[in-house]
């Protein structure tokens, strides 16, 4: 039995500011995605999911920042993958 990660693939999208612009301007939507995910798992993942036709995937690995947590202790966020994905014109995602 083969098993399926298409849908472990895709953590979140992600809805900030510059995501919503460039989801106007340049069909463009950002996700967070797993860490050991390559692009064309990704294309893929968001091509079954949500029924549209991708035709760039950019990634970035965001290390996790240094955060206080208790007097004179020192812990740091976690380490994320981002994905944007630009999307061909005539389709979109309805995030909201």
Known sequence: MKTDKT???IIKPLVTE???HQATAANAYSFEVATWANKAQIKKAIE???DVKVLSV???FRHGKPRR???NRMSATKHWKKAVV???GEYHIDLF
Do not use: A, C, E, N
């Open 58 to 60: 950019r990634t970035s």
């Open 69 to 71: 947590t208790r007097i």
């Open 48 to 50: 079954h999911i949500y």
């Open 86 to 88: 630009v999307l061909h």
């Open 7 to 9: 849908y472990s693939v």
């Open 18 to 20: 510059k995501g919503t």
